[in-house]
């Protein structure tokens, strides 16, 4: 893409090129241009072109702004050794309407932006109170707006971006969400993380048309809304917000989102007591957990026939293996027979090390070797073995060079996006075993967000698929497939190989500490599987 530069190289302490911050900037807009262009109305191409078109003083300033938490800057604030001439550079941002400076702002928020310090030497006669919210608070009594703001800006003149609005839109089309921002080129360029090289079509980007991002972006401000605002607010706009969530939507990544705000305004709403209205939001999610939280509500107003109907549903066609079980289970409180091995141990007092390594240090002592690696062995294992699929170009998956994953890593979907493009290499001719540690060695140390290169050095790596061997590598990979967003977590605690070279997974569970679900899951997993593993429950004698 044009607008690229050569990747620098960071050096910890060290100030990066005088040029480094500006260029990370012109990469981002222009690789928005280049993949958003016919998307952009009017002022946003403008905005574009007048940060591509401004002088390089100019660019290394504005560089260093939008990296800053505004919406407030102080001109005495903006001191840096690469810009020559940091008055002209502000002149050139104010004449191309990127700044505007000494806006008219609530005094409150200025006085917020000052130190207590200077604030008690800029208005003298105001009593000397604290904290310094009542130290504004008495200023702000004591004088007019106008004289506050025109008492700062003799001494501390402020600007604010012209349209903040537009840059956090480049920055959600460079990155695909609202939370990433320039920080991820320091860690690449510092070396700290080296990313897998992935491809970043325009055809495979992540708004389709306008009126995707227009609906991706009216959701993000009705989400904050909703998060920002009382409860009480909330719940009385629930049914505004549930009507403008409302219909699936062919965008993947839009509708996940979609799903995601009404599952959290289902939870709002059960907390308040809500329960029809928590119903409703739950009702157009097509994600879990809103089944079984639809469920459990049916249940508490005493709708037991219509939650036993929605039951049957989810058995019929369970979105997750957790939801399944919550089918089957609920809402009987009866403990269920263990299916697999369970060992008690009486224990009399806490041992001071953690209880997982004074476990592993007893299981050590005849030969046997260990680790404790819990979701790390699956997870590492499984993104070894699909590796291809992981960074497979499917539309919306990638929108940055900065990525460890795609972005439906964990959806449901994310096996069935990529099975017409990508032979799956459990069937292939090459052994699993084989692929593990050969993708190992080609891929050591490049990012993968199901991959724990610290965990696993090749020697240990070698020992683990040995250990387990083929056949049960394979269905251990297999059933993380079925459902990794559940296999993700829960898996037992200790990986260990006794001298005889057997493998077993053991959960460690101390006095008090319950089993939970997505624990049980994985371990009647592993027992229906036929690959070794128990609980070892510690228990204080009565």
């Known amino acids: 893409m044009s607008g690229t530069k050569q990747q620098v190289t960071l050096v910890q ?29 009017k002022s946003e ?183 920002e605002n009382e409860e009480s607010h909330t719940v009385d706009q629930a049914d505004v917000y549930i009507e403008a969530l409302s219909g699936d939507q062919k965008n993947r990544t839009i509708d996940r989102y979609r799903s995601r705000i009404l599952n959290s305004l289902g939870r709002i709403l059960e907390r308040a007591e809500c329960r029809r209205l928590a119903i409703k939001a739950y009702r157009r999610s097509n994600s879990h957990p809103a089944r079984e939280r639809m469920v459990r509500v049916l249940y508490r107003s005493g709708r037991r026939q219509a939650a036993e109907v929605l039951q049957d549903r989810i058995l019929e066609n369970p979105w997750s293996r957790e939801e399944e079980q919550f089918g089957k289970h609920f809402p009987s409180r009866r403990r269920r027979a263990d299916k697999f091995v369970v060992d008690t141990v009486d224990i009399r007092e806490s041992p001071a090390i953690p209880i997982e390594q004074h476990v592993l240090q007893h299981l050590c002592e005849d030969g046997t070797v260990g680790w404790h690696l819990e979701n790390a062995l699956p997870l590492t294992l499984f993104g070894l073995v699909y590796w291809d699929w992981v960074f497979a170009s499917v539309p919306g998956a990638f929108t940055n060079p900065f990525q460890t994953a795609p972005r439906d890593l964990f959806w449901s979907e994310f096996i069935d996006a990529r099975q017409r493009h990508c032979k799956d290499p459990v069937n292939s001719q090459v052994p699993l075993v084989t692929r593990v540690l050969e993708t190992a060695e080609s891929k050591r140390g490049k990012a993968n967000r199901l991959v724990s290169w610290d965990l696993f050095p090749d020697d240990r790596l070698e020992r683990i698929v040995n250990a387990l061997g083929e056949s049960s590598l394979i269905r251990l990979i297999n059933s993380v497939k079925s459902d990794l967003r559940q296999f993700r977590s829960g898996f037992p605690d200790l990986t260990v190989i ?33 690959v070794p593993a128990r609980v070892i429950r510690f228990v204080t004698p009565n």
């Open 13 to 41: 302490d060290r100030a990066p090129p005088p040029d480094y911050y500006a260029q990370n900037l012109s990469v981002l807009v222009h690789f928005v241009l280049e993949q958003y262009h016919d998307l952009l109305d």
């Open 45 to 227: 191409l403008d905005c574009a072109k007048a940060i591509l078109d401004i002088s390089p003083d100019g660019l290394r300033l504005l560089a260093r702004i939008v990296g800053r938490k505004g919406p407030v800057f102080f001109v005495n604030q903006m001191n840096y050794g690469e810009i020559d001439d940091r008055d002209a550079a502000l002149s050139e941002l104010e004449s191309r309407e990127l700044i505007n400076t000494n806006p008219c702002l609530p005094a409150d928020e200025l006085l917020a932006r000052v130190t207590i310090p200077q604030l008690r030497s800029f208005f003298p006669s105001v009593p000397g109170v604290s904290p310094k919210s009542r130290l504004i608070e008495s200023i702000v009594d004591s004088n007019t707006e106008s004289s506050i703001r025109a008492k700062l800006q003799s001494k501390f003149p402020w600007f604010c971006l012209c349209q903040p609005e537009i840059l956090d839109l480049f920055r959600l089309l460079f990155f695909g969400d609202r939370v990433s921002d320039f920080s991820s080129f320091v860690v690449r360029d510092l070396g700290i993380v080296e990313y897998e090289s992935y491809s970043l079509n325009r055809r495979d980007r992540q708004f389709a048309s306008r009126g995707e991002l227009n609906t991706y972006l009216e959701w993000a401000s009705l989400s904050d809304a909703m998060h």
């Open 498 to 530: 006794d001298e005889n070279g057997k493998i077993e997974f053991i959960e460690v569970k101390a006095p008090g500490d319950q089993i939970q679900r997505n624990q049980r899951i994985w371990l009647e997993e592993l027992a229906s599987i036929d």
